[in-house]
């Protein structure tokens, strides 16, 4: 499955974004997917994580409550919204596919898509 990431932007603190990861390829319902982000200077970390039908989401701590990943099987695409962003969310922020069903570990996950830069200004 291949992978498209798009979304990315400079917002101010306390604004919003929505990225979006558009699959191709493979059936993409045969995929759970998960977002992770990169910080300048730091390592990959999770952020969010959907089930192939939607019905499972699990967010890092440090996204919880303010993030929402969805997907649309019909559309072969999955979502982030991010609100009350705020300047420790500037990263780049990449999607990622696995049939081994929805997990918060980069190592669960086979395929991944070009990063969107998200940079937060305070």
């Known amino acids: 499955v291949q992978l498209q990431a798009s979304g990315g932007g400079l917002v101010q603190a306390g604004g919003s974004l929505r990225l979006s990861c558009a699959a191709s390829?493979?059936?993409?319902?045969?995929?759970?997917m998960g977002w992770f982000r990169q910080a300048p200077g730091k390592g990959r970390e999770f952020a969010a994580t959907?089930?192939?039908?939607?019905?499972?989401?699990e967010y890092a701590d440090s996204v919880k409550g303010r993030f929402t990943i969805s997907r649309d099987n019909a559309e072969n695409t999955v979502y982030l919204q991010m609100n009350s962003l705020k300047p420790e969310d500037t990263a780049v922020y990449s999607c990622?596919?696995?049939?081994?069903?929805?997990?918060?570990?980069?190592?669960?996950?086979?395929?991944w898509g070009q990063g969107t830069q998200v940079t937060v200004s305070s």
């Open positions: 390829g493979r059936t993409f319902s045969n995929y759970a």
């Open positions: 959907i089930s192939r039908s939607g019905s499972t989401t």
């Open positions: 990622a596919a696995t049939t081994r069903g929805w997990s918060k570990y980069q190592s669960a996950y086979g395929y």
